[in-house]
Every structure is written in C-alpha cells, then in structure tokens.
C-alpha cells in the first residue's frame, strides 16, 4: 500500500512556463513533506520542505503548496528552465524532520528550449 | 552541498556470492546512515538505519542477517548483501546525516546491482 503518491510518471514544460508536479499521501501521521531532485546517475538532492503547520513555502523559483484536508502536495517551479529536467521525488515523514523518509515513486520532469 | 559517495556504482555476482557496498561521507562527519532500496518503477524504500558504533536498525520484513551492516566509522558504513539472489538485484541507495535533520541528509549515487 503506497503511502505517498505520485501518479504522474512524466510531465513535459516548455521553458519559460510553470512546472506543477503532484503529490496526495494517505498516513494522516505525516506532518514533514520534502521534494528531492534527481539528476540521472547521482542521488537525490533536496530541493525544498514544509511543515504541516504551514500551507506553502517558497524558495526562488520553487514553491510547495500543502493542502491538509485533500493530503496533497504540489511543487510549482516558476520560469521553468532546461536544467530543471530531472526526476523529482516527494518524501513524507511523520515526527516531524527526525522521522523516517517515505519516497513517492518520482516524476520524470522535462523542460524543453 | 556534502558529498556521498558509494563504491560500486554497479555489480555483476552469481547466485550465492556476497557483495559488498560501501558508503562514504566525502567532507563531513556523519552521525546516521541510511540504506535504502529501490527497486524498478518504485519508491526507494529504507531498509535500516546506522549509527557510528552501534547496530543497525532494520525496518520491518528486512533481514538483518542477509543485509550486514558496518557504519565503523562516521564517514564509513557498509551494507553486504550475503548469499546474493536474483531477488536481491536492485538499485541500493545510502544517505548520510551530519545532524539528524532530513534537510541535511545527503544521498549517495546508488550501486545497481545484478544477479545472475
């Protein structure tokens, strides 16, 4: 049974435009949410988080929005950019940012020129 | 950002072998490793949790006998996957924490691993 869940395998932009890739959880525990990036052969790297105590965070061109009562989560990524192309994952944890991560199965992201 | 790297990217063995993967925490000290596992078309899925000298702790329906854990030093941890299966091919991702924090937990490239 997957907890976090990305149902969509692959998005495709054009550059310049916005990026909106999709997260809904189950476990009504998960109270930390994380969005990691992932450029073929390296590990994830982490990209931006927020608390279930907030409803969206913004890092430059990255914003995640947080929706409690729907248990979906969405990253926005404004003007979307070529380097941008990777495959991003969503993570929840419960406890807060000292739980344990559990991984969505990722979306592929490509911006096109 | 800190560096993790792991050693092997990728691994051929036969049925039956042991093969071990390293971790290492190229520019920092890391108090807690993570092992994870991610098999084709899923979500990497943690398999055990280390801390610099002590014992691992493995997450349910994950065999701490097959799956040998060392994190021996705090820039070093080990996962032997022993008598290897063609079940246990998959893609083993390690991270590393300096303080405990998910912001702060650095991933390592992952070792693609075959059986035969």
């Known amino acids: 049974d997957q907890q976090v869940k990305q149902n969509s395998p692959s998005l495709s932009v054009q550059e310049g435009r916005i990026s909106i890739l999709n997260c809904d959880y189950t476990?009504?525990?998960?109270?930390?949410f994380l969005w990691y990036k992932k450029y073929p052969a390296e590990g994830p790297t982490f990209l931006i988080s927020?608390?279930?105590?907030?409803d969206k965070n913004e890092d430059g061109r990255f914003t995640v929005f947080l929706n409690k009562s729907a248990k979906h989560l969405s990253l926005h990524i404004v003007p979307s950019q070529p380097g941008d192309s990777a495959v991003y994952f969503c993570?929840?944890?419960?406890?807060?940012?000292?739980?344990?991560?559990?991984f969505g199965k990722g979306t592929k992201l490509s911006v096109k020129p | 950002g800190a560096v993790v790297s792991q050693h092997p990217s990728r691994v051929i063995c036969k049925s039956g072998t042991s093969v071990k993967i390293e971790c290492r925490s190229l520019?920092?000290?890391?108090?807690?490793m993570f092992w994870y596992r991610q098999f084709p078309k899923q979500s990497l899925m943690l398999m055990a949790t280390s801390n610099e000298g002590s014992k691992a702790t493995y997450e349910q329906g994950v065999e701490k006998d097959k799956f040998l854990i060392n994190h021996a030093s705090l820039t070093l941890s080990t996962l032997t996957v022993t008598s290897a299966h063609p079940e246990d091919s998959s893609f083993y991702i390690c991270?590393?924490?300096?303080?405990?924090?998910?912001?702060?937990?650095?991933f390592g490239p992952g070792t693609r691993l075959l059986v035969l």
């Open positions: 993570a929840a944890s419960a406890r807060g940012s000292q739980g344990n991560l559990i």
């Open positions: 927020i608390s279930s105590i907030k």
């Open positions: 476990n009504s525990m998960f109270d930390y």
């Open positions: 991270s590393a924490s300096k303080d405990g924090r998910k912001e702060t937990q650095y």
């Open positions: 520019d920092f000290q890391a108090t807690t």
